[in-house]
């Protein structure tokens, strides 16, 4: 057995670890996908809306569930309250830190204002919000000190620079964010140390070669988020009785909790099949050799799971062989098996509208943590996801998985097909914003989709990533805009032309300038993609990039980006070709399960994780205005050179004076 003594996952119906034989299903199954802790909370993950959608467009009994958002507001609850109240107070009192301390001497003033604080957030009582601003209403734990270090613009006010003397609701959004991340903490600190609101137990799957450690925490005793989650688990699928469920996982952060779920319904209803896919699964376990997996659950897809589970559905309905099976692992003999017949995915014309029927859209809490604009939208508010393509059309990037299919297989809608999607997911949910998820939109049919959009009149607002290429002029920029478009993301990356080239991006400095400036000059909030680390980076290179970012902040052609250590992945072009790009590659070894990211050595020996505290640094300052025109090397705690690149080449790049 892999990975030393296995470790006997509790309350499986088999001893052995083998499933139970499974009777022939319907051919039309009742299904139903559920999102595993834990995502996003202010807007459902797309993935379950998706499968729900083109199931019941095939004529499925197909719903689906929130356990991710049930989870957290079931331990908010005044129930969950008093559960995490008693485990606090079992901590030895040396033990305790000024988290716990705080909740558990004002624990009636948690109880009450927790509620209200939750209504606030979820859009139902903005009355609340003049009295939490006096800040006298919450109690304030160890999260509020990060007040005690925002700039005081005179006034005495902490937030008067982000929120002024009108911005009483964004204000006490902010503050009933700390207090929920107080009661976080609290979660963490007295009843399990796996626990985040955006994530559950992430080292447990994050690049792991082993499920050793996976079955390991599935065999211990549940904790409170455990046996709430549990609890949260059987009652959904009591109340809809499916005979397949779908686990959808999209992140590491999620992983534990899908096997939990798994090893709940399975114990309770062994006749259940229970199929795994998404995102994680799709990246991590390709080459999936652990047995133990399937003692959780009955089969693994990978890739798109329209086709798959078409396939999935005939082969359980007695009606195709299991060799015809598509993208499907399972287990047969004790062995995991692949199977897979090679039939085309559904086409992406043909794939339906997204449904959230079903999920609780009035219940997701609008978080207002990070004071970052772009970073805003990813956690404030409900947005509809949607496609406008899948894959990309570029598919060339050196970081990036364009070995698998989402990246790979490169397929699009027409205009009016997609205003149709959109029309009615805008009738169902009462919401008209849109997040379109794509890997980078096409101008092309951005273009085709803002020319649909004013056709019909349609009022939307909408946002996604894009690449920065020549294509978005500065009329077409002035289109989406008109569109309804309000934000774009995109790719610098490490703004050097060597490591763009390098990298296979497909675009240069001055490029980037031009197109940025005509999204800010369009009214499109601009935020940038960077990355630090990448191979033969010396640190030359990284204040030669800081520098390039300072001008484009100065420029105004960006408003917002984040800095991303680079990480290799076993499906990248840089993964698979290393000696191309001057490293070696560290591989741990492979013991049957995950296999994503892998450890190189870079012969330059950079320091970038150094580097990294100091471009955060930066970047933070730029993004409110600070210090734009100071030197960069400020902003390293180690000597650095002097940047090569000219203070006023952003400024000339966008005047066409550069030659």
């Known amino acids: 057995m892999r990975g030393g003594r296995r470790a006997a996952p509790c309350r499986l119906p088999a001893a052995a670890g083998k499933l139970p034989a499974m009777t022939a299903l319907p051919a039309r199954p009742r299904l139903l996908s559920l999102i595993p802790p834990l995502t996003q909370l202010n807007t459902p993950y797309p993935a379950t809306a998706y499968l729900t959608g083109f199931l019941r467009s095939r004529g499925f009994h197909a719903t689906q569930a929130d356990l991710a958002l049930g989870t957290v507001l079931e331990l908010l609850s005044p129930a969950g309250l008093e559960q995490l109240r008693a485990a606090a107070e079992a901590l030895p009192r040396k033990q305790r830190s000024p988290t716990i301390k705080t909740f558990l001497n004002q624990f009636e003033r948690y109880r009450v204002a927790t509620g209200p604080a939750l209504a606030l957030l979820q859009g139902r009582d903005g009355s609340l919000a003049h009295r939490i601003c006096t800040r006298a209403f919450l109690p304030e734990g160890p999260?509020?000190?990060?007040?005690?270090?925002?700039?005081?613009?005179?006034?005495?006010?902490?937030?008067?620079?982000?929120?002024?003397?009108?911005?009483?609701?964004?204000?006490?959004?902010?503050?009933?964010?700390?207090?929920?991340?107080?009661?976080?903490?609290?979660?963490?600190?007295a009843?399990?140390?796996?626990?985040?609101?955006?994530?559950?137990?992430?080292?447990?799957?994050?690049?792991?070669?082993?499920?050793?450690?996976?079955?390991?925490?599935?065999?211990?005793?549940?904790?409170?988020?455990?046996?709430?989650?549990?609890?949260?688990?059987?009652s959904t699928v009591d109340r809809e009785n499916p005979d397949i469920l779908l686990l959808s996982v999209p992140f590491p952060g999620s992983v534990y909790a899908a096997?939990?779920?798994?090893?709940?319904?399975?114990?309770?209803?062994?006749?259940i099949v229970i199929v795994l896919g998404g995102g994680w699964v799709n990246t991590e376990l390709r080459e999936l050799a652990e047995p133990r997996v399937f003692d959780y659950v009955d089969y693994v897809t990978l890739d798109d799971g329209e086709a798959p589970l078409l396939a999935l559905i005939e082969h359980l309905a007695g009606e195709r062989p299991r060799l015809n099976l598509l993208r499907t692992f399972t287990r047969v003999d004790g062995a995991v098996r692949w199977f897979t017949s090679g039939e085309p995915d559904v086409p992406f014309e043909d794939v339906g509208t997204p449904t959230w029927d079903g999920l609780p859209l009035d219940r997701y809490l609008s978080l207002l943590d990070m004071l970052n604009p772009?970073?805003?939208?990813?956690?404030?508010?409900?947005?509809?996801?949607?496609?406008?393509?899948?894959?990309?059309?570029?598919?060339?990037?050196?970081?990036?998985?364009?070995?698998?299919?989402?990246?790979?297989?490169?397929?699009?809608?027409?205009?009016?097909?997609?205003?149709?999607?959109?029309?009615?997911?805008?009738d169902e949910t009462g919401h008209s914003g849109f997040h379109f998820v794509d890997e980078a939109a096409p101008p092309k049919a951005l273009r085709a989709l803002a020319e649909e959009l004013q056709r019909r009149n349609l009022a939307i607002s909408w946002w996604g990533n894009v690449r920065f290429e020549k294509s978005f002029t500065p009329e077409l920029c002035l289109q989406l805009a008109d569109s309804g478009c309000i934000a774009i993301s995109g790719g610098l990356e490490v703004a050097s032309d060597r490591l763009l080239a390098l990298m296979k991006k497909g675009v240069s400095v001055d490029q980037v300038a031009r197109v940025t400036r005509a999204f800010t000059d369009a009214g499109i909030l601009?935020?940038?993609?960077?990355?630090?680390?990448?191979?033969?980076?010396?640190?030359?290179?990284t204040v030669d990039a800081l520098e390039y970012?300072?001008?484009?902040?100065?420029?105004?052609?960006?408003?917002?980006?984040?800095?991303?250590?680079?990480?290799?992945?076993?499906?990248?072009?840089?993964?698979?070709?290393?000696?191309?790009?001057?490293?070696?590659?560290?591989?741990?070894?492979?013991?049957?399960?995950?296999?994503?990211?892998?450890?190189?050595?870079?012969?330059?020996?950079?320091?970038?994780?150094?580097?990294?505290?100091?471009?955060?640094?930066?970047?933070?300052?730029?993004?409110?205005?600070?210090?734009?025109?100071?030197?960069?090397?400020?902003?390293?705690?180690?000597?650095?050179?002097?940047?090569?690149?000219?203070?006023?080449?952003?400024?000339?790049?966008?005047?066409?004076?550069?030659?």
């Open 143 to 189: 999260r509020f000190s990060a007040l005690d270090h925002y700039v005081d613009d005179g006034s005495g006010d902490p937030l008067g620079w982000a929120f002024g003397a009108l911005g009483i609701q964004d204000r006490a959004r902010h503050l009933a964010t700390l207090f929920l991340n107080d009661l976080a903490d609290v979660i963490r600190e």
């Open 191 to 234: 009843a399990d140390p796996r626990f985040e609101f955006v994530r559950y137990a992430e080292s447990l799957a994050q690049s792991q070669p082993s499920f050793e450690p996976l079955a390991q925490a599935l065999a211990a005793p549940p904790t409170l988020v455990d046996t709430t989650l549990e609890k949260l688990a059987i």
């Open 259 to 271: 096997f939990r779920i798994a090893q709940v319904v399975k114990a309770k209803s062994p006749q």
């Open 374 to 426: 772009m970073h805003r939208l990813w956690s404030d508010g409900h947005w509809n996801k949607l496609t406008v393509a899948h894959g990309c059309y570029w598919k060339k990037c050196s970081f990036c998985d364009v070995s698998l299919d989402y990246i790979s297989r490169f397929e699009s809608a027409n205009a009016s097909t997609l205003v149709d999607r959109i029309e009615r997911i805008v």
């Open 526 to 541: 601009v935020h940038a993609y960077l990355m630090y680390g990448f191979p033969t980076q010396t640190v030359q290179d």
């Open 549 to 659: 970012v300072r001008q484009l902040f100065a420029e105004g052609c960006i408003q917002s980006g984040f800095f991303h250590r680079f990480a290799c992945t076993v499906h990248s072009p840089v993964g698979r070709n290393p000696a191309e790009y001057g490293i070696t590659l560290r591989p741990e070894p492979f013991k049957g399960f995950g296999k994503n990211d892998v450890a190189f050595i870079d012969p330059t020996g950079t320091d970038h994780a150094s580097l990294g505290r100091g471009l955060n640094k930066a970047l933070y300052n730029y993004m409110h205005g600070i210090c734009l025109d100071d030197d960069v090397r400020r902003w390293f705690d180690e000597r650095v050179p002097k940047p090569r690149v000219k203070r006023d080449f952003i400024g000339r790049a966008l005047a066409g004076n550069l030659a």
